[in-house]
């Protein structure tokens, strides 16, 4: 099982400011990871795939970068809707997700 | 546009069974791998188990393998998945979520999830 991990488990960010997440893959899932957002009471939705690929709707503020093992999603300029838990998720093979970071108003 | 719609959550004692549906609609549902998906309460996303469009390809989380069953009725654009013998620990939302024809673990669509709670 490839396991994803994730950093941090929280982070405060000030409306307005840059949030960078990690995630990495305990082996090489080449370009294929996602993240996804989830708020209180809703489904996750899926943001980014293939490392890079926003889904369409997706605000062009939310990027995403990595390949192999190591990822990154960034959120340039955080609005007060960003305010959620975000989770990585391989599927390279079977799915196999992060623990999430919580990011929160600071 | 694509819905999910899962049932069949339930308050159930330790070691009884459960069935939950999920119903599809917005699209050929028999052209797509679905999952099953589950989040303790407070907790992450843990995946459960997974159907081809088929039927030939099936898997399971080892946390789940030998309880569950996951089957799909393509003619009544349906995934189901059986619970037996369930446990304290399998008390979660459970989400039915579709995958992309192109990566069959890029979970695209997601529904709203139904509780599952096993409790004496």
């Known amino acids: 099982e490839i396991v994803m991990t994730q950093s941090p488990a929280t982070l405060s960010v000030s409306p307005g400011e840059r949030a960078t997440l990690s995630c990495w893959a305990s082996q090489s899932v080449s370009s294929n990871l996602a993240w996804y957002q989830q708020k209180p009471g809703q489904a996750p939705r899926l943001l980014i795939y293939?490392?890079?690929t926003r889904v369409t709707g997706i605000p062009a503020r939310f990027s995403g970068s990595g390949s192999g093992t190591g990822f990154t999603l960034t959120i340039s300029s955080l609005q007060s809707e960003d305010f959620a838990v975000y989770y990585c998720q391989q599927y390279n093979h079977w799915p196999t997700f992060g623990r999430g970071t919580k990011v929160e108003i600071k | 546009e694509v819905q999910l719609v899962e049932s069949g959550g339930d308050l159930v004692q330790p070691g009884r069974s459960l069935r939950l549906s999920c119903a599809g609609s917005?699209?050929?549902?028999?052209?797509?791998?679905f999952h099953w998906v589950r989040q303790a309460p407070g907790k992450g996303l843990e995946w459960v188990s997974a159907?081809?469009?088929?039927?030939?390809?099936?898997d399971y989380a080892d946390s789940v393998r030998g309880r569950f069953t996951i089957s799909r009725d393509n003619a009544k654009n349906s995934l189901y998945l059986h619970m037996n013998s369930l446990r304290p620990d399998d008390t979660a939302l459970y989400y039915c979520v579709k995958g992309t024809t192109r990566h069959w673990s890029l979970l695209e669509n997601w529904g709203q999830g139904t509780l599952v709670t096993v409790s004496s």
């Open positions: 917005g699209f050929t549902f028999k052209d797509y791998v």
């Open positions: 159907i081809s469009g088929n039927s030939g390809s099936i």
């Open positions: 293939e490392a890079s």
